[in-house]
């Protein structure tokens, strides 16, 4: 069985640059989770999903985070502009229910300048 | 923020030695996960715990839900190098939708 899939793995963008990261999770997998992860840190929630409804985006820094999961299968997070602050590594997660364990993908590592 | 406090932040041991990390809540958890994290990696499940007081072994990793449900431990005998990495632990608060929370992790070094 295929493990969540996430790309790009690496992106390099100067500041103020749009980037767009995408997301597949395991399949039968209702919810879908991004996650910020900074350098010698755990994750952190920025939002997650049950099928295409955002139920948690509390920590989505809205004004330049978007995220959508249309048909409630992939999802992709988008961040319009970039800034310095936002270099870290981005991490999808999947699990079968609200209550289960997370698998997650090899995420994608931002760097920008 | 991060509630959970994981401890120790590193571990430098002897290839062989016995290996304990541990988190600590100020709030009740009803789940808790350990993860492994490579370089370059995303985090890998080890032990999943549902329950207080549940011991949960895999290989050589024995995990415990502590019993007043805030601390989980984890436990690695007879370290090998291939062990290296970041280990974090994740809670999940209950009620609702059951938001998981993790710690900063304990990266262990195994020398041989």
């Known amino acids: 069985e295929a493990g969540v899939v996430q790309s790009p793995r690496y992106k390099i963008i100067e500041k103020k640059q749009p980037v767009a990261f995408w997301c597949n999770p395991i399949?039968?997998?209702?919810?879908l989770y991004w996650y910020l992860q900074n350098l010698g840190q755990g994750p952190e929630l920025l939002i997650r999903?049950?099928?295409?409804?955002?139920?948690?985006d509390s920590q989505l820094p809205k004004d330049r985070f978007s995220a959508e999961r249309l048909k409630g299968v992939d999802s992709t997070l988008k961040i319009q502009p970039a800034e310095l602050g936002d270099s870290a590594v981005y991490l999808c997660?999947?699990?079968?229910?609200?209550?289960?364990?997370?698998?997650f993908g090899e995420g994608s590592r931002l760097t920008v300048l | 923020g991060q509630q959970l406090n994981q401890s120790p932040q590193s571990m430098f041991i002897q290839e062989g030695e016995d290996v304990s990390m541990n988190c600590t809540s100020s709030?009740?958890?009803?789940?808790w996960l350990w993860y492994k994290q490579e370089p370059g990696e995303g985090p890998v499940l080890l032990i999943a715990?549902?329950?207080?007081?549940e011991l949960t072994s895999n290989g050589r990793l024995t995990a415990q839900f502590g019993i007043t449900r805030k601390d989980s431990f984890l436990n690695i005998s007879a370290s090998i190098p291939s062990d290296v990495g970041i280990y974090f632990c994740?809670?999940?608060?209950?009620?609702?939708?059951?938001?998981?929370?993790f710690g900063a992790g304990t990266q262990v070094v195994v020398t041989p």
């Open positions: 999903y049950e099928n295409e409804e955002a139920v948690d």
């Open positions: 715990l549902y329950k207080a007081g």
């Open positions: 399949s039968g997998h209702n919810t």
């Open positions: 994740a809670g999940r608060t209950p009620g609702g939708w059951g938001k998981l929370q």
């Open positions: 709030s009740i958890f009803n789940t």
């Open positions: 997660a999947s699990s079968p229910t609200t209550a289960g364990e997370l698998f």
